[in-house]
């Protein structure tokens, strides 16, 4: 079952090693960088900030600032000319892939997960089978790559640590017979009958350049679900959520699984009810309550049970990175688009 969740708070490793090969070109950088420009003059940043007791380097702020950055300018720094409020962003989504880095050392030392000597040695080897696969066991033409991803190796070796840890504390953590939030069928049934809701939708995405386009269609579909036509061959004539290709059904959720709109969209339905539009970092969604199907349940309870425990994996996480302590270090406010490449 495909939920409307966004994914934040640790770049994993798969995206890492992705990122190796696309990344935008930048100069070779063979060592941790320390300080940064400011008006032509190396100013030292010891550290960029304290989460908690955690105090973060520069090399490792360096590369979710600039892991952002990228992805909103695509690489062209003109673009923050024009779009110079934008830049308060970046900081505030590299503070929250900051904290969802030191969320797993808080919430695996909570839940007694720690990587053994023989997990670690995990690290090392993967970097050396990258290594020998994608760059023919060149390590200059590696950290070349590495670079160009805003990392050296010792960096790379640090996030991907950081990586496995997470897939540990996931994998002790939701373990079928002895991990965290082990609920019985029955008490699995209870927590749907108080907790969760179903629901079918039609998406229009956004996010291009035709969102007015987008917002008409959105509109268009909208009426017609009003105007009482069928809205299951309306979410097939324009919904753009694969996801409901799977889940004819609809989706049975609880809060939590998918985005807060869509959430708040559809807890405010009464049975059957059709939802003006809702819109999300998504798009354009209209939104039909469905009454919840015992059968439906009966047949799917063991995902059901998966999908809750990973919710409640998640809510830990959050509740963490929420009650997280920052203190900045005296050049943050000095990090710009300019200051920092």
């Not at 640790?10 to 090969?21: G, K, P, V, Y």
């Not at 009003?226 to 996801?243: A, I, S, T």
């Not at 990973?310 to 688009?337: A, F, P």
Request: contains cysteine.
């Amino acid at each position: 079952m495909r939920h409307f969740r966004k994914i934040t708070g640790l770049i994993l490793a798969a995206a890492m090693t992705a990122s190796l090969f696309t990344g935008c070109q930048q100069s070779y950088v063979a060592t941790a960088p320390t300080a940064i420009m400011v008006e032509g003059k190396e100013v030292q940043v010891p550290y960029v900030l304290k989460v908690n007791s955690h105090e973060v380097p520069l090399d490792l702020y360096r590369y979710f600032y600039l892991s952002v950055k990228n992805s909103m300018d695509q690489g062209d720094d003109s673009y923050w000319e024009s779009h110079p409020g934008e830049t308060d962003t970046i900081k505030e989504q590299a503070l929250k892939a900051i904290k969802g880095f030191f969320a797993v050392d808080e919430i695996a030392a909570k839940n007694g997960v720690s990587l053994t000597d023989s997990d670690k040695e995990q690290v090392p080897a993967r970097v050396d089978s990258l290594v020998e696969q994608n760059f023919k066991g060149s390590r200059d033409e590696f950290n070349k790559a590495l670079s160009s991803s805003f990392m050296t190796e010792d960096l790379y070796h640090r996030i991907l640590e950081n990586s496995l840890f997470r897939e540990k504390v996931g994998s002790e953590m939701l373990n079928q017979k002895t991990g965290k939030y082990l609920v019985t069928e029955d008490e699995m049934k209870e927590i749907i009958d108080k907790d969760f809701l179903r629901a079918s939708h039609i998406l229009i995405k956004t996010g291009t350049d035709n969102d007015a386009a987008q917002k008409k269609t959105a509109e268009e579909a909208l009426r017609k679900a009003q105007d009482g036509e069928d809205f299951d061959k309306l979410v097939k004539k324009y919904g753009e959520d694969d996801g409901m290709k799977d889940n004819t059904d609809g989706y049975y959720f609880m809060e939590g699984m998918m985005v807060e709109p869509f959430y708040k969209g559809a807890v405010s339905l009464k049975e059957n009810e059709i939802s003006g539009l809702v819109e999300s970092e998504y798009g354009y969604h209209i939104i039909k309550r469905l009454p919840m199907e015992e059968k439906y349940i009966d047949d799917n309870i063991d995902d059901l049970i998966t999908q809750y425990r990973q919710v409640r994996l998640q809510q830990e996480y959050e509740e963490i990175q929420n009650s997280m302590k920052v203190e900045y270090g005296d050049q943050y406010d000095l990090i710009t688009v300019d200051s920092l490449k």
